[in-house]
């Protein structure tokens, strides 16, 4: 018998050391945004996420404080989701522009809905960071910090110390750690 299972893509996505292709995608403004919009960035944190995930939840407030410690800085958050609201409802557009209003988020909050983005870049989890610098070059991807239960706890805070080396003009020493979270939720073929 043939069974289907639901794959994430074959396409490994981006290294670090890659360049990232820009994108448009639809905020929950109604607006589209692409990384060239954004105007005095000397690079993107940019964050696969959701609303429904713990995981996401856990970090979402981290996500913020980047975002606000960031972006003056140059560095803002893009943050993008790309779970398929068939299979997962409480991520549909409409409600992650009620999480916006509920948390008061600042930064761009994309819907990645065709999830090409997502398959490009090789996000697999929420969340999934990529910093970008200012060419889009890829120069980390991974967690956020290295403790999801407790931002106290966290010792080693990978995308801070990331952003830290760049706006230095230093290489970043950790560019890759592994994402933890759940699992985009693809679309079923």
């Not at 995981?55 to 979402?60: D, H, M, N, S, T």
């Not at 997502?118 to 990529?130: N, Q």
Request: hydrophobic residues 35%.
């Amino acid at each position: 018998a043939f069974i289907a299972l639901s794959f994430a893509p074959a396409n490994p996505g981006y290294k670090v050391g890659d360049t990232a292709i820009d994108f448009k995608l639809k905020n929950t403004d109604g607006k589209t945004v692409s990384l060239a919009d954004i105007k005095n960035a000397k690079g993107y944190i940019v964050v696969f996420t959701c609303n429904a995930c713990p995981y996401a939840k856990a970090y979402e407030d981290r996500v913020i404080a980047l975002h606000n410690k960031y972006a003056a800085l140059g560095y803002p958050v893009v943050a993008i989701n790309s779970n398929d609201k068939d299979v997962q409802p409480a991520d549909s557009f409409d409600k992650m522009k009620e999480r916006v209003k509920e948390k008061n988020i600042s930064y761009p909050y994309l819907y990645d809905e065709t999830q090409e983005i997502a398959k490009t870049y090789g996000a697999t989890r929420t969340p999934h960071v990529y910093v970008l610098d200012q060419n889009r070059v890829v120069r980390y991807i991974g967690a956020i910090d290295d403790n999801s239960e407790s931002p106290e706890e966290a010792k080693e805070k990978y995308v801070e110390s990331a952003v830290d080396a760049l706006l230095k003009g230093q290489d970043v020493t950790v560019k890759e750690t592994k994402a933890v979270g759940c699992g985009i939720k693809w679309k079923k073929a």
